[in-house]
Each structure stands twice: as C-alpha cells, then as structure tokens.
C-alpha cells in the first residue's frame, strides 16, 4: 500500500511539474487548428526566411489565376504565329487579310495591356508613398524643369540625393519624361495614377 501511495504521489508531482507546459501545448495546438487555413496561406506566401547565417527560399508556384494567365498568354502566341503564317499565303482575299489583322491588333492589345498591368502592380509593389506622391504632383504641374523640382521638395524631403533617385526610378520607369531640360509626365505614369487611385 505505501508502494502505491508513493506511486500516486509521484505521479501527481510529475502531472504537476507538466501541467503549466500541457497546458500550453494544448492552447498551441487549439491556435494552430483554429487558424490553419491564415497560417497555410501566410507559409504560402513566404518566398524566403534569412537569419544570421542562414536562409531559407521556397519555390513560389504560380496562382492559378497567374496559370491561368500563362494559359491565355500562351493561345495568344500560338493565334499570333497563326495568323502570322495564314497572312504570308498569297492566296488569302483582302476582306480575310482585314480580320486576320483585326484579329492580331486584337491580340496585341491585349498583351500590352497585361505586361502594363504587371508593370503597374511591381511598380505599386516597388514604388514608397513618396515616389507616388511626387508622380502626383508631376500630374498636376504637367512640366517643370529639375531645379523647380528640387526647390519644391526639397524641404518635405530634405534629401537631395533621395530626390535624385526619385526622379531617376521614375525616368527609368518611363513615367517621367526628361526633354531638353524640362520634365514632363507620360501617359503611363498618369495611367499609373489613376490606377493606383491618386488622380
């Protein structure tokens, strides 16, 4: 009987002694169940983990909205080099020549629309609050020269090599347009405002 007692005894000690990490295990566990489908997609989205000597990159795998459009991207081709090739027959009438052109204007536009469309959520993505706010500005001016450019932001930005940075990220961007010694914004760059909403 005293074996036992001393049994009992010790097994309350060790419950005791885990009872504040079981404890935890369990809320841990109740947490990760509870939020499993916001933790996948928080891992999903993670590209890498860099650490004081170490990194980790996973392989992004594309969405299927971005399979989806690399599927389109790649029937456009492919009606692209059709057309192409129907177009070099000599026997095709001009009123088939005229919807086969319509047909690749078509597919050009749509194109250009998407490698724009990308461009401009890399450029939402890559471009701070400051960058946007001075391509608004640039909206509103329309054209200036680089030394108005630099006495107006100067005291909000105080930087002036910052400022040149801007203003080359926004050239190289094709946004900004520098002609002789003016600036004048493109068409992108307002087509990049109004789809970021800042005009």
Do not use: C
Request: proline share 3%; aromatic share 12%.
């Amino acid at each position: 009987m005293e074996l036992l007692n001393s049994i009992i005894g010790a097994f309350k000690n060790f419950i005791s002694i885990l009872t504040w990490p079981l404890v935890i295990l369990i809320l841990i566990l109740v947490l990760l169940l509870k939020y499993k489908n916001a933790i996948d997609k928080f891992l999903r989205n993670i590209g890498s983990i860099k650490g004081p000597g170490f990194e980790v990159a996973q392989k992004q795998s594309p969405e299927p909205k971005t399979k989806k459009n690399l599927s389109e991207r790649e029937e456009s081709n492919k009606k692209i080099s059709g057309l192409s090739n129907e177009l070099k027959k000599k026997e095709i009438d001009i009123d088939e020549k005229d919807k086969l052109i319509k047909e690749a204007a078509d597919i050009f536009g749509f194109l250009t629309s998407e490698v724009e469309r990308y461009q401009f959520l890399y450029s939402h993505l890559f471009f701070v609050p400051t960058t946007k706010y001075i391509l608004g500005w640039f909206s509103s001016v329309r054209r200036t020269t680089k030394d108005f450019y630099y006495s107006y932001w100067m005291p909000s930005v105080k930087n002036k090599d910052q400022l040149e940075l801007i203003l080359s990220l926004l050239i190289s961007e094709r946004m900004i347009l520098e002609v002789e010694k003016e600036l004048l914004i493109t068409e992108l760059g307002i087509r990049f405002l109004l789809y970021e909403k800042l005009i």
